[in-house]
C-alpha cells in the first residue's frame, strides 16, 4: 500500500530552554546511569511506525522483545519508538503520533538515500535501516552497527510545575567532535501504554505500545570539543495528560549533521517524581 511514497510494509509542542554552562548546584534527584564495563555504549535503535499501519504491530512486539532481552546480542540496546502521523487517514489516528516524527524519518530517508517512507522501518544508529518485522533483518543490522563510548551524563530531574519536568545533565561524550559539530538529543519517553482501537486498518485490536517518544529535544549544540571536557546543560519539558514518571525514561544521544549516532545512554526517571 502506498500513497504519496509512503507505504506500511509487511503486507507488500513542548517549549525548552538551552543551555550550556559549567558546574552548578541543582536541587532535584541526581541519577547516574549503571556504569558500563565496556570502553563501548549501547546501539540506538530507532523504530518508524504507526498505529494506523497493520504490520506495524509485529515490528513493535519485537521491540518489546528486544527491551525484555528477549534476544542474546552482543551490544546493549536503547530503544526509541516514533509514531509517524501519515497514516492518520486510514480511519485511525494514532494517539501519539506526531508530525515531528515525520520529519524526522524523512531526514533518515533522505541521508540513506531512499526511495520511499515506510512503516515499520528501523533506523540503527543512523546508518543503516530495515524492515522492522523481520525479525532476522533486524536482530542482523543491529549486530553490525559500529559501537561508540557512552556518555558520562549525570542528570538531575526536577518539577518547576505540574505541567513541567526539567532535566540538567552534566557529564563528557567520551567522542571527540571536530569542526562540523554534533547535536546532543534528549528524548522523553514512554512505556507500557495500552489503547483498544475501534476503527481503521487494527480495528478491533489492543495495542500495546513500549519505548514511545512522547518529546524530543536538543541539549546543546557542540563544536571542536575533546571527548573528555564536560558539557552541561538544561532542557525543560512540557508533560502530557496523565504523565507517570513511573512508565518514563531518557534517552541522550550524540548526533551529527548527517544523522549519525556517535554514542546514547539512558535514564531511568525517579518514582513518582
Not at 541526581?30 to 555504549?41: C, K, N, Q, R
Not at 533486524?138 to 553490525?144: C, K
Not at 546532543?184 to 485490536?205: F, H, I, Q, R
Request: with cysteine; hydrophobic share 40%; aromatic share 10%.
Amino acid at each position: 500500500m502506498a500513497r504519496r511514497l509512503f507505504s506500511c510494509f509487511g503486507r507488500g509542542s513542548s517549549s525548552t530552554r538551552n543551555e550550556v554552562h559549567a558546574h552548578g548546584k541543582n536541587n532535584g534527584t541526581m541519577v547516574e546511569a549503571p556504569a558500563s564495563s565496556s570502553a563501548e555504549g549501547p546501539i540506538l535503535v530507532e523504530l518508524f511506525s504507526s498505529q494506523g499501519c497493520a504490520t506495524s504491530l509485529a515490528a513493535e512486539l519485537l521491540l518489546s522483545r528486544l527491551g525484555r532481552g528477549d534476544f542474546q546480542l552482543d551490544a546493549p540496546v536503547i530503544l526509541l519508538a516514533y509514531h509517524v502521523d501519515y497514516w492518520d487517514y486510514m480511519g485511525w489516528k494514532d494517539p501519539y503520533g506526531s508530525s515531528q516524527w515525520t520529519v524526522r524519518q524523512k531526514a533518515y530517508v533522505e541521508a540513506l538515500r531512499l526511495d520511499t517512507m515506510f512503516t515499520p522501518q528501523v533506523v540503527v544508529q543512523g546508518r543503516a535501516q530495515c524492515v522492522a518485522n523481520e525479525e532476522d533483518a533486524l536482530l542482523s543490522t543491529i549486530a553490525s552497527a559500529p559501537r561508540f563510548p557512552a556518555p558520562t551524563f549525570q542528570a538531575n530531574f526536577q518539577r518547576p510545575t505540574s505541567e513541567s519536568l526539567q532535566v540538567t545533565l552534566t557529564g563528557a561524550l567520551r567522542s571527540k567532535v571536530d569542526n562540523n559539530g554534533v547535536n546532543v538529543m534528549v528524548a522523553l519517553y514512554e512505556s507500557g501504554l495500552v489503547n483498544d482501537c475501534p476503527t481503521g486498518e487494527n480495528k478491533g485490536k489492543v495495542l500495546s505500545n513500549d519505548f514511545v517518544v512522547r518529546k524530543l529535544e536538543k541539549l546543546c549544540t557542540v563544536k571542536d570539543f575533546s571527548a573528555k571536557k564536560i558539557v552541561s546543560g538544561t532542557v525543560t519539558f512540557i508533560l502530557w495528560d496523565g504523565f507517570n514518571s513511573n512508565k518514563c525514561s531518557i534517552a541522550v544521544f550524540v548526533q551529527n549533521s548527517s544523522h549519525q549516532i556517535f554514542g546514547s545512554q539512558n535514564f531511568q526517571l525517579p518514582n513518582d517524581m
